[in-house]
């Protein structure tokens, strides 16, 4: 069975922090893709990366990075000098290839205080 | 820019009446999908779709039914409505299952 786990349900920072947002997922299968998605309080999801199961390269995108690692089936993502702007809730998914289902997670809601 | 558009933010009906929310996106993408996001659980899916007149049903589909008569528009439909279907509705759109889908601004449903 597929799953994705967001086990931090919510996290406050004050701006300019560092702050990671951990997703542990499961799958038997060996190819598959990872996504990471915003929702800010306008409520639409707005897409931020996909990355396939063979390219463990971590990924960078200005004030946002991505740790993908196999070893521990985590696909971590790092916002660095958290703004007020990046609060929202932020949700992990993992499709397999040949589906067109996203499982998601649970989504962890980030709150960056002035 | 890829739209997804849905046709209310906010909806308030009755227990036991029909409702049809619907979803229209104009990127051409053969997928749609419907789901529910719920505090604590997070999105989950309820129909999707591949084609026109073409559905199949998601993780939670039961309550629910679907219909697409043209490729841009996919409608999900509430035969009864009832207090556990109050929920935040999203409608997505995408080409392939590995590039992201797109979504809409939702719907919030509530059901008194």
């Known amino acids: 069975a597929q799953k994705v786990t967001q086990a931090q349900t919510e996290i406050s920072v004050v701006e300019k922090e560092d702050v990671t947002l951990d997703c542990v997922y499961e799958t038997r299968d060996t190819t598959y893709y990872l996504f990471w998605y915003k929702q800010p309080p306008s409520g639409e999801l707005v897409f931020l990366i996909r990355r396939n199961s063979f390219d463990e390269q971590n990924e960078i995108s200005g004030r946002y990075s991505w740790n993908f690692q196999k070893s521990t089936s985590s696909f971590n993502f790092t916002i660095t000098a958290s703004q007020v702007v990046d609060s929202a809730v932020y949700f992990c998914?993992?499709?397999?290839?040949?589906?067109?289902?996203?499982?998601f997670g649970t989504g962890t809601r980030l709150q960056v205080f002035p | 820019d890829v739209k997804v558009t849905q046709s209310s933010r906010y909806l308030v009906k009755r227990t036991g009446e029909k409702v049809f929310l619907e979803c229209v996106q104009d990127?051409?993408?053969?997928?749609m999908f419907w789901y529910r996001q719920d505090p604590g659980l997070g999105l989950r899916l309820i129909y999707f779709s591949y084609d026109v007149k073409m559905k199949e049903k998601g993780d939670i589909p039961e309550g629910y039914s679907v219909s697409r008569e043209k490729k841009e528009r996919f409608s999900l439909i509430l035969e009864s409505a009832s207090t556990n279907q109050t929920s935040m509705y999203l409608c997505a759109s995408g080409q392939l299952a590995y590039n992201e889908q797109f979504f809409g601004p939702g719907t919030r449903l509530t059901v008194l």
């Open positions: 990127m051409d993408h053969e997928n």
């Open positions: 998914a993992l499709s397999k290839r040949n589906t067109d289902k996203l499982i």
